[in-house]
């Protein structure tokens, strides 16, 4: 299999294929920014090729990992030696009739995982259109399941929904992690200990939500004692409108994918 695009996703994908068996040797990756070659390199032992060459010919599966401003222009580098192959591209927004005109040929499924790949924790949803059979969704599944979970969506839209919530969504609990850390610091912890608070919390909080039936309201509810300390900082966070914030953050993420489209696509 091929990558285009050598950066963090195609890192964090290739990290799990690697952990789970793959060769390195198996894996040609495209990448024009030198210190990403050189950290393949030292990473994974992979040389990267610095453009697209027939080298790429007879692959059965190409991971486009670029950046969806420079998917086109890498796309018409590579498309002449890819035409055979199995496309799955994890670049936000753009969308598949863009590649398939591109690419010139209908085997695609968009993905769109999250960072927490990079330690077989990532979420990915994933999009397959009509032209590719099951066989090559069982591939992509072998592949994405390298790196964590994975949801089909039956329509290509609901991809920039997953880029809002899981693509996106690491970034939004860091910033979490960052005022959490923080406002220890502010009431006199030293910032390591509100910083393994915080993570701990986190972590501790979504395997009880993922192992548990109940939904979170409830569980919230729980840590929720009559008069007590979390109904004073949840009521405050109510009524600064956090929740409300939030929800209109996500939609600002989903519209700016929405946008990448109609900027990059063709
Ligand atoms: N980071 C994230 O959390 C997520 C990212 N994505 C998507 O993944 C894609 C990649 O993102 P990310 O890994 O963060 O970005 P990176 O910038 O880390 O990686 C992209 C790499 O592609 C290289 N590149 C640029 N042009 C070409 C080309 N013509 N041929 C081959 N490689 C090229 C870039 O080099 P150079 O720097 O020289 O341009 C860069 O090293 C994006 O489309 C993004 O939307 C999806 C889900 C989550
Ligand atoms: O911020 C972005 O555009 C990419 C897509 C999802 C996460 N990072």
Same mark, same amino acid.
């Given at each position: 299999m091929a990558f285009i695009g050598g950066g963090n996703m195609a890192s964090a994908i290739i990290g799990g294929l690697i952990a789970n068996g793959?060769?390195? !040797?198996?894996i040609t990756v495209v990448e024009p920014f030198e210190a990403a070659r050189d950290a393949l390199k030292a990473k994974f032992g992979i040389d990267a090729l610095p453009t697209a060459s027939a080298a790429l010919a007879g692959q059965d599966l190409v991971v486009w990992a670029v950046k969806p401003q420079t998917f086109k222009d890498a796309a018409a580098a590579a498309a002449p030696h890819t035409a055979q192959a199995l496309h799955l591209s994890v670049a936000a927004g753009i969308t598949t009739d863009s590649i398939a005109q591109w690419l010139g040929t209908g085997r695609i499924v968009r993905a769109m995982p999250n960072t927490p790949a990079l330690v077989g924790k990532g979420m990915t949803g994933l999009f397959a259109r009509p032209e590719v059979d099951a066989e090559g969704q069982a591939l992509i599944e072998r592949v994405i399941g390298t790196t964590g979970q994975l949801v089909w969506v039956d329509g290509e839209a609901k991809l920039d929904a997953v880029t809002a919530l899981s693509g996106s969504g690491p970034a939004y609990v860091f910033l979490f992690l960052e005022a959490m850390t923080q406002a220890g610091v502010d009431m006199g912890l030293t910032a390591p200990q509100a910083y393994q608070l915080a993570v701990a919390t986190f972590q501790g909080a979504s395997e009880l939500a993922a192992r548990s039936d109940e939904p979170a309201s409830v569980l919230r509810e729980r840590v929720t !004692?009559?008069?007590?300390t979390t109904y004073a900082a949840i009521t405050h966070m109510q009524q600064a409108g956090l929740p409300q914030t939030f929800i209109a953050a996500l939609r600002k993420a989903e519209a700016r994918a929405q946008e990448l489209a109609q900027e990059f696509g063709r």
């Open positions: 793959l060769p390195a !040797s198996q !004692s009559k008069g007590g």
